[in-house]
C-alpha cells in the first residue's frame, strides 16, 4: 500500500515537472471565414499567425489559434477560454471584456461602391446611401452621417461577398481596412466596383486582450488622464511589463521598431506572378 502511494505521488509531481518545463501556450481567437492577407480559411497562415507566432518566440511561449463563430469566438474571449483577439476595434461595448493594445500593425478603412457611384471625397457624399457592414461590426462612419445612412447587416461576410452584393445592387457603398481591400481587388479586379481613396490617416491597429485570460495582470495608469475620454491611449489600466501579456506587447513593439512587421506584412501583400 505505501509502496503504491509512493509510485502515485511520483508520477504526480513527475506530470507537475513536465507541466512546469513546457512552454505557456497563449490562444489567439479569430472568426472561421478568412481575410486575407491576415489569415487564411483552411490553414490559418497570413501576418497574423507568422506576426504573433514571432512574438511568442521571443518571449518563451507558443501560439495556439482557434477559429469559430465570430460570436463565439467573442463569448470565448469574454471567459478568458480565448487569450487575444489579433486585430480589434475599440468600442464601449468591447471594453469591459478586453484591453487593447498596439500589436504593430497599422491600419485605416477604405470604401468601395459600384463604379456609376460619384467620387467620394467625404463622408457627405455618402449621405442617404445603404451601407453594407459585416453584422457584429462597429460602425466606422463618424457623426453626424452615421444618422443619414441605412446598415445591411450580413453575418459571416467576407470581401468576396462583399464585391458581389454590391455589384448587385443590395447596398451601396462598404467600408473596410485597406490592406483587406486591396489584397483582393489586385487578385480579383472586380468589373463594375470602384476602391475609393481613403478617407481618413493611418492609424495603430490593436488587439483586444481577455481581462479574463490566465495571463492578464494589469495595474493603474499613472498616464490616465479622467477628464479625457476613454480610448486605448487612455485608460486607468495598463499590463503589468511582467506578466505574459505584458511581455508580448513589448515583443510586439520591439518586432515593429526593428522593421520585422513591415517585413513580414510585404511579404504576404505580394500579388502571384500572372
Not at 501560439?63 to 471567459?79: I, N
Not at 446598415?151 to 481596412?177: C, H, N, T, W
Request: overall charge positive.
Amino acid at each position: 500500500m505505501r509502496l503504491a502511494l509512493c509510485i502515485i505521488i511520483a508520477v504526480i509531481a513527475a506530470q507537475a515537472r513536465l507541466a512546469l518545463a513546457q512552454d505557456p501556450e497563449l490562444v489567439m481567437g479569430y472568426r472561421t471565414n478568412e481575410r486575407r492577407p491576415y489569415i487564411d480559411d483552411d490553414n490559418d497562415e497570413g501576418i497574423y499567425k507568422t506576426l504573433y507566432s514571432r512574438a511568442c518566440q521571443r518571449i518563451g511561449c507558443t501560439l495556439k489559434v482557434v477559429r469559430l463563430p465570430k460570436k463565439r469566438v467573442l463569448q470565448a474571449l469574454a471567459q478568458g477560454e480565448v487569450d487575444f483577439y489579433p486585430g480589434y476595434t475599440y468600442n464601449a461595448e468591447r471594453e469591459p471584456i478586453a484591453l487593447f493594445l498596439p500589436n504593430g500593425l497599422r491600419e485605416r478603412h477604405v470604401v468601395i461602391t459600384r463604379a456609376s457611384h460619384p467620387a467620394v471625397r467625404g463622408y457627405a457624399d455618402l449621405d442617404n446611401g445603404v451601407e453594407l457592414r459585416s453584422l457584429g461590426n462597429p460602425d466606422l462612419i463618424p457623426l453626424p452621417w452615421q444618422a443619414r445612412i441605412k446598415v445591411l447587416q450580413v453575418p459571416e461576410m467576407d470581401v468576396e461577398r462583399a464585391f458581389r452584393l454590391i455589384s448587385a445592387g443590395k447596398a451601396d457603398f462598404y467600408i473596410y481596412d485597406e490592406l483587406t481591400l486591396r489584397f483582393y481587388w489586385e487578385r480579383l479586379r472586380p468589373a463594375g466596383l470602384t476602391l475609393h481613396p481613403s478617407l481618413e490617416p493611418w492609424q495603430a491597429m490593436h488587439m483586444g486582450f481577455s481581462k479574463h485570460s490566465r495571463f492578464y495582470r494589469a495595474q493603474p495608469n499613472p498616464d490616465y488622464r479622467a477628464d479625457q475620454p476613454l480610448n486605448p491611449d487612455n485608460y486607468p489600466l495598463r499590463l503589468d511589463p511582467a506578466s505574459l501579456a505584458g511581455r508580448l506587447t513589448a515583443a510586439l513593439q520591439a518586432m515593429k521598431q526593428s522593421g520585422e512587421t513591415e517585413r513580414i506584412v510585404e511579404h504576404f501583400l505580394q500579388t502571384p506572378a500572372r
